[in-house]
């Protein structure tokens, strides 16, 4: 008799063990790969300069709310519009910078000056910029990986960009600046996020001009006749003045590297 009950707490024991240790490595893998994006995000809204102004806890409450708990291919735009709402941009409207294609370009020039700002140097831009996230049905957790891809579906990452773009866009006033790529066969690529949502969103007399850097390398594929930038002239609303500059890529590494020189010396 007692030695049955010693085997039958042995059973239990080599049973539970290994199925416990299996829960604790589920349940702590979820809640990792989760903290993980959200201390993330977290991190780089409180490291966001003049964070100071925004609330990081209600900006993560509002951000998640736009996915969490549905479909990751039927996320509208609109579903961040509570988000785009809690963190307003602080910088001056005239000091906006669009970019395609040129991504790392801008960032160098605009990282060390503070006479131009480009979305990825405003918090959301900030924050979010090279993060991939997604939610599920029935589920309230942030997956990372195996999130729908940009082309595939109505995404939550492409969404936001549509959605902080479109607001970046309407926030910009006076003389517009947008560095394109003179090594490219198409400049002003219809498919781009600039050419599709920001252009259109230019209005006069908001807006009072575009001017287009076209950045060149030593072997350059396009310049400012390209017809692609004849269709960028075609979007613009009546009153915009349009200009078009072909500017070397050793020029706005230059500039970069002398933020005490004034941009529009630049080009
Ligand atoms: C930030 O937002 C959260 C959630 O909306 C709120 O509970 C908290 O009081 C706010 N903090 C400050 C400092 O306003
Ligand atoms: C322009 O595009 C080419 C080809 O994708 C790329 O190699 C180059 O770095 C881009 N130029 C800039 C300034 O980003
Ligand atoms: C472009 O040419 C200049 C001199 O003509 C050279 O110093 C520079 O390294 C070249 N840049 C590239 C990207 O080939
Ligand atoms: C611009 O490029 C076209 C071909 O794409 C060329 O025919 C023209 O001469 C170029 N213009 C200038 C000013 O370089
Ligand atoms: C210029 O723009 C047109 C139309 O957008 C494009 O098809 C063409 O290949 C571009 N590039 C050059 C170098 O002509």
Redesign the pocket.
């Known amino acids: 008799m007692e030695k049955k009950r010693t085997m039958e707490k042995k059973i239990i024991i080599v049973t539970a063990v290994p199925s416990l240790v299996i829960v604790v490595a589920v349940v702590l893998g979820i809640t990792l790969g989760k903290t993980t994006f959200k201390q993330e995000f977290e991190y780089r809204c409180s490291m966001f300069e003049s964070s100071k102004k925004y609330n990081c806890t209600e900006i993560w409450h509002e951000f998640e709310k736009a996915y969490v708990n549905q479909d990751p291919c039927k996320i509208p735009m609109n579903a961040y519009d509570s988000l785009v709402a809690a963190a307003p941009f602080e910088h001056a409207c005239k000091k906006t910078m669009f970019w395609s ?2 991504k ?2 801008v960032h160098d020039l605009t990282e060390n000056r503070d006479d131009v700002v480009a979305l990825e140097d405003t918090l959301l831009g900030s924050v979010l910029g090279g993060l991939h996230w997604c939610g599920e049905k029935g589920n309230s957790d942030t997956f990372t990986s195996g999130c729908p891809g940009w082309n595939e579906c109505v995404n939550p990452r492409r969404s936001f960009w549509s959605r902080v773009s479109t607001a970046f866009a309407d926030f910009a006033c006076d003389d517009v600046t947008a560095m394109l ?1 003179g ?2 066969d198409t400049p002003f690529d219809p498919e781009s996020i600039f050419a599709s949502i920001e252009v259109k969103r230019f209005n006069y007399p908001r807006v009072k001009s575009l001017n287009v850097v076209l ?1 060149t390398q030593n072997k350059t594929v396009t310049n400012c006749t390209n017809a692609s930038l004849k269709d960028l002239q075609k979007y613009l609303d009546q009153g915009i003045t349009y200009n078009c500059e072909e500017v070397t ?1 050793t020029q706005i590494q230059d500039c970069s590297s002398h933020p005490e020189k004034p941009c529009g010396a630049c080009w």
């Open positions: 294609k040129t790392n370009l790529n090594s490219i950045v890529e």
